[in-house]
């Protein structure tokens, strides 16, 4: 079986990190397939710790120097704006 290591002593799974990519793009093309048919009979905890895993990656892959907190700020910060400013 083929594992990424996400944090000390946690496991991903590549079935995990299937089931993941797939809930992913789900969002992005099928938006019409529930997410329990997508999910099966993987376990939730386990796909959102690849799902944790894959976004960490991005992030870093993103903004090395900082493994992508300035992206989650900047993020963060637009939420905040939306939020205070309603739109």
């Known amino acids: 079986m083929t594992v990424a290591r996400a944090t ?3 496991t991903i799974t590549l079935g995990s990190a ?3 990519l797939a809930l992913v793009t789900r969002l992005a093309v099928a938006l019409d397939a529930p997410r329990g048919d ?5 376990d939730p905890a386990a796909v959102l710790a690849a799902m944790e895993c894959i976004a960490a ?9 900082d493994r992508g907190a ?3 700020e900047r993020i ?10 309603g739109e």
Do not use: F, I, K, N
């Open 76 to 85: 963060g910060l637009g939420l905040a704006s939306v939020q205070m400013t």
């Open 38 to 42: 997508v999910l099966g009979d993987s």
């Open 18 to 20: 299937q089931t993941a």
């Open 8 to 10: 000390a002593g946690e």
């Open 57 to 65: 990656g991005v992030l870093a892959g993103l903004q090395p120097g």
């Open 70 to 72: 300035g992206v989650l």
